[in-house]
């Protein structure tokens, strides 16, 4: 087996808990079996859960309460191939958690996201579209509080922009005008 093929089948070691199919070769079989391999696991996990923690507080926050983070941070382990470096962690977590079936997760993750960007200097104007009323989630999720189940459902944009005073205005399409 080439050095690359070796490497390439450790690195599937860390992101999976599946079987290791018996005809691999011894090395791999004992990795496989080790306790530093699960403890190697559980490292990885907790850097990536302490990253997000730190650089996506809403969406890690909602996650957390909803009791979908560890799940949600070791499939993005598992379906990523991760950079070392935190700066870019937060937003392919982000991006992939933009389209979850449950709509207040993928408006939060993509509401950070955008606004992440922009505070990177991008300079478009962006749109998120929200099916509550976003201010008193948002609120309670950078507060670290729990998310109130009963929000007030209705239609709500939030407009995220460099040009924006606070970054980001919060409009209700019911009114037309902003809330924040």
Known sequence: MNLATHQRKLLALFRSNDEVPPDEDAYIQRVARSKDLEEARGNILLWRVWVLERT????????????????TVSAFI??????????????????GLSGHQENLIASVAQFELALLMVKQGDC???VVRWHVD?????????????VEDEAHEGAYEIHISQELPSGF??????DKGACA
Do not use: C, D, M, W
């Open 78 to 95: 598992r379906g990523h191939n991760i950079s070392p470096f935190r700066e870019t962690q937060a937003p392919a977590f982000l991006e």
């Open 124 to 126: 478009g104007f962006y």
């Open 134 to 146: 976003p201010l008193r989630i948002l609120n309670s999720l950078a507060r670290g509080s729990p």
């Open 169 to 174: 205005r919060i409009v209700s399409l019911h």
């Open 56 to 71: 996506a507080p809403l969406t890690f926050n909602l996650l957390k309460q909803r009791n979908l983070l560890q799940e």
